[in-house]
């Protein structure tokens, strides 16, 4: 499974993010996951998960329709959230893994916040050369709206339910990415492309390694033969 991506990588680390709001030069990370895979015996293995809510800056406030959407309060980030700088340094660590493609759904997301929250103590050039693969591009290109992870998660009958935490995210964005390389191995052919909604643009800063295309709402063709 997940052959022809281990062709080309050594390492592949999953993400997820859970922010304090959309703005990834204002808002906040309050709880990050990554799940390191690599090939072993033939097959996928997870070698490494890391999962951490982050403490907020002081005098910063949890809104309280995140404490809604994600069941994370105020004060567990208080409480259980760990420093900036340690969150940094164990991310940084990771990212520096030999050969190593960087997946997320809706990456265009996730991977901001991850840029502004590495360079803010000086570590944002560990993603440079970084590979990066969106599934949310990959599932739009097979399957018609909506595209929530949710309902990504209900179309291939994925084992991991629970969503809005960064590290069940992560599980469910791996279990997709091999569901859907099982249904069609054309998964590197969307490495460094994203996606966007031609109605609204790119959300967030360009990342200026990725090539970016608008897609629609329901596939038609291919978004790498374009």
Not at 79 to 97: H, I, R, T, W, Y
Not at 194 to 213: E, H, L, T
């Amino acid at each position: 499974m997940l052959d022809s991506l281990f062709e080309k990588f050594d390492n592949i680390i999953v993400l997820d993010v859970e922010t304090t709001g959309v703005d990834c030069k204002r808002d906040e990370i309050i709880e990050i996951a990554m799940m390191q895979i690599i090939r072993k015996q033939c097959a996928p293995f997870i070698e490494e998960e890391f999962s951490a809510l982050v403490k907020l800056a002081p005098n910063r406030e949890l809104p309280a329709v995140i404490s809604a959407l994600t069941g994370i309060t105020a004060k567990q980030l208080l409480e259980e959230g760990f420093p900036k700088d340690k969150v940094c340094s164990k991310l940084a660590n990771m990212l520096q893994l030999s050969n190593l493609l960087l997946v997320a759904y809706n990456a265009q997301f996730d991977l901001c916040f991850l840029y502004y929250f590495l360079n803010s103590f000086g570590k944002g050039g560990v993603l440079k050369g970084v590979k990066m693969l969106d599934m949310l591009t990959v599932y739009k290109d097979r399957k018609p709206y909506p595209h929530k992870l949710s309902d990504a998660v209900n179309t291939y009958s994925l084992v991991t339910k629970n969503a809005h935490r960064a590290l069940d995210d992560t599980r469910m964005t791996f279990e997709l990415l091999c569901a859907m390389w099982k249904e069609s191995d054309d998964i590197r052919q969307y490495i460094n492309l994203f996606g966007y909604n031609p109605k609204y643009g790119v959300s967030g800063p360009k990342i200026s390694s990725v090539k970016y295309m608008p897609q629609g709402y329901g596939p038609v063709k291919k978004l790498y033969e374009t």
